[in-house]
């Protein structure tokens, strides 16, 4: 037994995680069908209870693994949720998380207490469980705001990839056309990709040359002062 007790009532911890991916020209996010009450039957965002011997990072990648497979993927905090009736159980707070993957390389399969989990186009989501479509909202403000800012938006794409695609990539999460010489400067004049002497295979236009994110070369010009802005 401890040798101090808390002797008044405190609330449930949870996690939910929001999983953003890419298919080369929509952003989507990870859903869950429920198998288990409240919500039963409907959608929502991976998630679940933390355990007493866990911190809350290590239960969103176990709750991520657990009920989609998904592991080993870019995950940062994204905010607390604490309204008093935002679970019909009993008092929760959940701290939510977002992550970025290249869908490409998941097949999602459901777990636990999740019958299937699948993609979902982040401006086509059903009525999700809970508060998860305001948890979803959010978790897509925040990404629309860092990745002008941060070089996040490599997460969701290939190792190797062409100009249009990033392009394309950027346009789907800022919701908006984007020039394409003025996005191709910027992006060129950042000196963190490399550009390889390959070009895009099997494309019934002329193939454009792949490049790759360089995380070394980011890494050391971020400690000579850049900032990295598109």
Known sequence: MPKFKYDYPRPALAV?????????????????????????????????????????????????????????????????????????????????????????????????????????????????????????????????????????GFELLDEKFTMPQLQLLYEAVLEKKLDRRNFSNKILKTGILDLLDEKQQNVPYRAPRLMRFNHEKYLKKTLEGFNFEI
């Open 16 to 152: 939910d995680c929001v999983v953003f991916g890419f298919d080369g020209k929509n952003l989507n996010v990870l859903l869950v069908k429920r198998a288990i009450e409240p919500f039963k039957g409907c959608y929502a965002l991976p998630g679940g209870f933390v355990h007493i011997d866990e911190t809350v990072e290590q239960c969103a990648k176990r709750e991520l693994m657990e009920e989609t497979g998904i592991k080993n993927v870019y995950m940062e905090q994204l905010y607390t949720f604490g309204d008093i009736d935002r679970d019909p159980r009993e008092r929760v707070v959940s701290v939510s998380y977002y992550a970025l993957v290249r869908s490409n390389n998941y097949n999602p399969v459901g777990g636990t207490d999740a019958d299937f989990a699948d993609w979902f186009r982040v401006g086509e989501l059903p009525k999700l469980a809970f508060d998860h479509n305001k948890i979803v909202q959010l978790a897509k403000d925040r990404l629309k705001g860092q990745i002008r800012y941060k070089p996040i």
